[in-house]
C-alpha cells in the first residue's frame, strides 16, 4: 500500500511540474524563440507547446512561430497547441487554429498577419495564413538569425 501511495504522490508532483499554456510573457523581457527579438508587443505574441503537454516556446509573430515550427519533429502533431494573441485586445489567448488572420497589418517581424477570433472582410483561416508565411519565405529581419 505504501508503494501505491509513494507512486501516486510521486505521479501527482511530477504533473505539477509541467507547463499547462499559454503562460505570461514578460513584455519587454522574453526572447522570440525564432529570432531571439524582445517581445514587446502583446497584440502579435504567438507560444506554441510541445507534445505532450511540454516545453512552451513563445513568439514576437506568427510568421516566425509558423517558420521555427515547420522546422520540429512535432510541426504536424495533432497535440502540438498553437496560442495566438489577439488583435483585438492585445489580452485574449485564441487557439491559433480557429483563428482568422488578418493580412496587412504592421506586425513586428513584417509577416503582415494580425489574429482575429472571428471571420473578417478579407481574413483567412490558419492554414491559408501558415502556407502564405512559409510560401514567402523569412522575413530579412530574420535573414542572418542562426536558427
Do not use: N
Not at 18 to 26: C, D, M, Y
Not at 35 to 54: K, L, N
Not at 87 to 96: E, P, S, Y
Amino acid at each position: 500500500m505504501r508503494l501505491v501511495l509513494s507512486l501516486l504522490a510521486l505521479f501527482m508532483l511530477t504533473g505539477c511540474f509541467e507547463e499547462e499554456g499559454p503562460i505570461p510573457i514578460r513584455y519587454g523581457r522574453d526572447e522570440c524563440e525564432f529570432c531571439r527579438m524582445i517581445i514587446s508587443e502583446a497584440r502579435f505574441a504567438v507560444e506554441i507547446q510541445e507534445p505532450p503537454a511540454g516545453r512552451i516556446y513563445k513568439f514576437d509573430d506568427i510568421g516566425d512561430a509558423m517558420h521555427w515550427l515547420a522546422k520540429q519533429s512535432f510541426a504536424d502533431d495533432p497535440l502540438t497547441r498553437i496560442w495566438v494573441m489577439s488583435h483585438v485586445d492585445g489580452a485574449t489567448w485564441l487557439d491559433a487554429r480557429a483563428a482568422w488572420y488578418l493580412p496587412g497589418s504592421r506586425s513586428p517581424m513584417d509577416y503582415g498577419f494580425a489574429a482575429y477570433p472571428d471571420e473578417l472582410d478579407g481574413a483567412v483561416s490558419f492554414d491559408a495564413m501558415r502556407a502564405s508565411v512559409i510560401e514567402r519565405g523569412s522575413t530579412t529581419r530574420c535573414d542572418e538569425v542562426p536558427t
